[in-house]
């Protein structure tokens, strides 16, 4: 997923998210919805249409009856599999999707049926496929392009057998034929709406969490999100699958100098560069940089241990100082403090999270007061006696 949703564009004709991850969030994020949208609607489509059944019975009589009857009757039968299928452990995400679509290819080719075996009343047979057609695109959730798409092959396959039994008037098949391009130009815009309607709600709520997640100077994490959940979670899947976890509590020195010499844009330009110069040195999708504080910052390092994590910190270090940000016409430079801690916590059960920010904190402030510009770290061992 990009890490600014809100520039994340959604395809005019498609109604997706043009960026796959993006598409692919969505979709899980919804997934619950749609399995449910999903139920309900085939439930209820192959219980309607198999009611009436009691239509073909009632004009071809019992015997005559049994094709379109056993057509119908396929398509609970279907439903149910379906459903099955699509909520599986393990089923993809456009698992619904393909349901859908198989679902309405089915039930299209069983109408078909009836409507072979039911000439004279190819009018009726219109009106229905038209709101089908409406059901197709607004009612079965499916791709936004599926539906549409599966809707006008299903017309004109049942205006072809109309026009080959020419049962009616050219005059009244060529007005039913006119209703049902009507409805399926109004139900692909409505479903094309509806489905772009969805994504720009799941985006607003997307960037919603992400600026209260994110701080809005640097782009990183904030302390909140940091006490929320982040470094917990990383701790207890450190903890269950046996691994190391460090962290680098780092911070600016003498940055208060850079504010009441140049001024706060010169000390915010300086932030920002700092923090892009973290994110650049970690990895995407497994590191993690907070904004623990004003120019505190800290790194969570999952499956590393604190002897890489202190390497790593050491060339943050070196880059940092070599760095020069150009401000105006003055060069600034800074350089920063780093703790690094880290831990196996398979071996270190009991350590808590602050616990571990702590010995950071302490060993930043070493590094502070040993002149600064320079890294300090430590493996925390489990307490003696305890050892695994
Ligand atoms: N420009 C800017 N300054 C900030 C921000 N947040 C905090 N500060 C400033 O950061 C400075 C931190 O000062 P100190 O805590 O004395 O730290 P320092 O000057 O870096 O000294 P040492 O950490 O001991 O090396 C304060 O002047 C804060 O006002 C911010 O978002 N933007």
Redesign the pocket.
């Known amino acids: 997923m990009p890490n600014d949703p809100s520039i994340a564009s959604i395809a005019r004709l498609r109604g997706e998210f043009s960026c796959p991850a993006m598409e692919a969030g969505f979709l899980q994020h919804q997934s619950a919805e749609i399995r449910s949208q999903l139920r309900r609607a085939l439930l209820l489509c192959s219980l309607f249409y198999v009611l009436f059944g009691i239509n073909d019975i009632a004009l071809l009589g019992p015997e005559r009856a049994l094709a379109p009857v056993l057509a119908r009757v396929c398509m609970p039968l279907l439903a149910v599999l379906g459903l099955r299928h699509a909520s599986r452990p393990g089923a993809s995400v456009r698992a619904p999707y393909h349901v859908a679509s198989a679902f309405t290819l089915c039930w299209m080719a069983s109408f078909l049926v009836v409507t072979w075996c039911r000439p004279q009343e190819v009018l009726l047979h219109g009106m229905s496929l038209a709101i089908m057609v409406i059901v197709f695109n607004i009612f079965i959730p499916n791709r936004p392009l599926a539906a549409p798409l599966l809707a006008c092959g299903a017309t004109l396959a049942f205006l072809a057998i109309a026009f080959h039994q020419h049962q009616e008037t050219t005059r009244h098949l060529r007005s039913m034929a006119v209703l049902l391009v009507f409805a399926n130009v109004f139900g692909a815009a409505a479903a094309n709406r509806f489905a772009r309607l969805w994504r720009e709600q799941y985006r607003t709520q997307q960037v919603l969490t992400s600026l209260s997640m994110r701080d809005p ?1 640097t782009g990183c994490y904030n302390r909140r999100h940091l006490n929320d959940a982040l470094l917990d979670d990383e701790m207890a899947r450190a903890r269950r699958d046996g691994l190391d976890l460090s962290l680098i509590l780092c ?10 010499t140049h ?9 920002q560069r700092f923090a892009a110069l973290l994110q650049s040195m970690t990895r995407e999708g497994l590191d993690t940089v907070v904004r623990y ?4 910052f800290l790194v969570i390092l999952p499956e590393t241990a604190p002897e890489d994590a202190a390497a790593l910190a050491e060339r943050m270090r070196a880059a940092c100082a070599v760095e020069r940000i150009a401000f105006g016409d003055i060069a600034l430079a800074a350089s920063a ?1 780093f703790g690094v801690a880290g831990a196996n916590l398979a071996a270190v059960r009991t350590l808590a999270p602050h616990a571990l920010i702590a010995a950071a904190d302490e060993l930043m402030y070493e590094a ?1 007061r040993a002149g ?1 510009n320079r890294v300090r770290a430590r493996r925390l061992l489990p307490p003696i006696g305890m050892a695994a």
């Open positions: 100077l911070d600016l020195d003498g940055f208060k100098a850079i504010n009441d001024g706060h844009h010169a000390g915010d330009l300086v932030l504080g004003g120019e505190e403090s502070k600064r």
